[in-house]
């Protein structure tokens, strides 16, 4: 069973519109979430993070929600460039004493310019 | 070298081959990590090592053997491999463990079994 599970495998945005990347998650344990992007023949970059304390988390172009009560977290992308175009993976943990990380199946997202 | 490196990029190697992954990261950090990347499937988070110490072992094969000899080198032994077993091989640090710091991953090996 998923429990961090990325519905839309791809998603195409115009340049310069707003890009929502969604993550839906099983584990009400989970309380530390984070993005990572990933381009091709590179290894998962990380972007940005949220504790389940706050219900949004921000960093220049890039806006992390989290609705706990919803199980569902969204990366917000604005504007949207054509070097966003990569593979972006929700990831979740509960913090205390565990070291891991359950990964979503990842959204490609491509910008068109 | 900055960051987390992994070698090498690329392996084939036969079933009854043995072979090694190496990852060495230059961040500081204590804890690493062994994922697996298979086609249309999340990361599978294989080995995790705190301090030198093994701290998770996902239920991996005794094919795959890991070895942390300090906290800035990790390897992933490989013998008589599937190949099932073909996919992509990250590494991954963080400053600790615990679940609530971000992962640096290297770039991957890209290992096919024949």
């Known amino acids: 069973d998923q429990q961090v599970k990325q519905n839309s495998p791809s998603l195409s945005v115009q340049e310069g519109r707003i890009s929502i990347l969604n993550c839906d998650y099983t584990n009400s344990m989970f309380d530390y979430f984070l993005w990572y992007k990933k381009y091709p023949a590179e290894g998962p970059t990380f972007l940005i993070s949220?504790?389940?304390?706050?219900d949004k988390n921000e960093d220049g172009r890039f806006t992390v929600f989290l609705n706990k009560s919803a199980k569902h977290l969204s990366l917000h992308i604005v504007p949207s460039q054509p070097g966003d175009s990569a593979v972006y993976f929700c990831a979740a943990s509960a913090a205390s004493g565990t070291y891991k990380y359950i990964f979503g199946t990842g959204t490609r997202l491509k910008v068109l310019a | 070298e900055t960051g987390v490196t992994q070698t090498p990029r690329h392996l084939v190697m036969g079933m009854t081959n043995k072979k090694s992954l190496k990852c060495e990261q230059h961040l500081g950090h204590n804890a690493m990590y062994w994922y697996k990347q298979s086609a249309k499937k999340p990361l599978e988070l294989m080995f995790v090592?705190?301090?030198?110490?093994?701290?998770e072992n996902n239920s991996v094969p005794s094919r795959f053997s890991p070895e942390c000899p300090n906290s800035s080198h990790l390897f992933l032994h490989l013998h008589t491999l599937q190949p099932e077993d073909s996919a992509l091989y990250l590494c991954?640090?963080?400053?600790?463990?615990?679940?609530?710091?971000?992962?640096?991953f290297g770039p991957g090996t890209r290992l096919t079994v024949t």
């Open positions: 090592y705190s301090l030198e110490e093994r701290v």
């Open positions: 991954a640090s963080s400053q600790d463990g615990g679940g609530s710091y971000e992962q640096y």
């Open positions: 949220i504790s389940s304390i706050k």
